[in-house]
């Protein structure tokens, strides 16, 4: 399994080594005259090196509490604390740099820009993030992901697990101290979904905060930390229920 990302990231002022804090964020949407509560009451912190996992069925809440932590969403009630910056009420000047140099993001269905080469989906995330000299750092976290043999092709060119470790080299080359990823095994089948959750893990463990969005409760087992969630509601927080395992020990 190629290296971890090593290059030390921009530390949370020393008086918060938290790098995530929600206080009791709920989120509500208006769908006609209906209310629908996504969220609510839900407090958590994430510290460097954690890897979380927020576990929850269908429709719990899921996506809509990795979107308050990567700013694409706010809150209704509660605050955002993510990176040492109140992301509650910043501006949209604030959050455009939030998202730049907080968070990186690793979806399920990869996302890659079906006209960009591997190299330039990777240097994208690079790029974004204002890195100096974004096509090294793209072939250096590539090469990290085991597909330094790759860089040429366009995501129809590559399997569904390498076009996964291309999103992942596309997060890791922005250098952000936060990868949030949503269903990031979801379209994999078992074999290439245990190399992606190898990368995340050892991704965290390079100072990163980490935290994956599942209803996979065998993957839950590799967390630090197990947030589980219904109806929007945090009803478990804790090390993984089944208990921890190593990722080569997982089977589902
Ligand atoms: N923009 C929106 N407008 C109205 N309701 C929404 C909106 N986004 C989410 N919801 C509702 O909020 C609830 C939580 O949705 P969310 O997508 O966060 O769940 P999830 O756990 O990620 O689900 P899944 O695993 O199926 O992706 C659902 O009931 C959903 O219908």
Redesign the pocket.
């Known amino acids: 399994m190629p290296l971890p990302d090593a290059r030390p990231v921009t530390p949370a002022p020393a008086t918060d080594k938290v790098l995530i804090r929600l206080e009791q964020v709920g989120r509500r949407?208006h769908?006609g005259d209906s209310e629908?509560v996504?969220l609510a009451d839900v407090s958590l912190e994430v510290r460097p090196e954690e890897l979380v996992v927020v576990l929850?069925?269908?429709?719990?809440?899921?996506?809509?509490?990795l979107n308050m932590i990567g700013a694409l969403d706010s809150p209704t009630e509660g605050r955002v604390v993510v990176a040492g910056q109140d992301i509650t009420h910043a501006s949209r000047k604030e959050l455009f740099a939030f998202r730049r140099h907080g968070v990186s993001f690793v979806f399920q269905t990869f996302n890659l820009f079906p006209a960009l080469t591997a190299l330039e989906n990777a240097e994208f995330g690079a790029d974004v993030a204002e890195r100096p000299d974004p096509r090294t750092v793209a072939v250096e976290m590539l090469e990290r992901v085991g597909l330094g043999d790759r860089l040429g092709h366009f995501p129809h060119e590559l399997s569904g697990g390498e076009q996964q470790r291309v999103g992942i080299a596309r997060a890791l080359a922005s250098g952000n101290p936060i990868l949030l990823a949503d269903?990031p095994t979801g379209e994999l089948d078992f074999q290439t979904g245990v190399q992606i959750l190898e990368l995340l893990h050892a991704h965290a463990h390079t100072g990163r905060a980490v935290v994956i969005?599942t209803?996979n409760r065998e993957i839950a087992r590799i967390a630090d930390r197990v947030v589980e969630i219904s109806s929007?509601r945090v009803v478990r927080v804790g090390p993984p229920e089944e208990g921890q395992v190593e990722i080569s020990d997982l089977r589902w």
């Open positions: 949407y769908v629908v996504a929850g069925p269908s429709g719990s809440g899921k996506t809509t509490l269903e969005v209803h929007g």
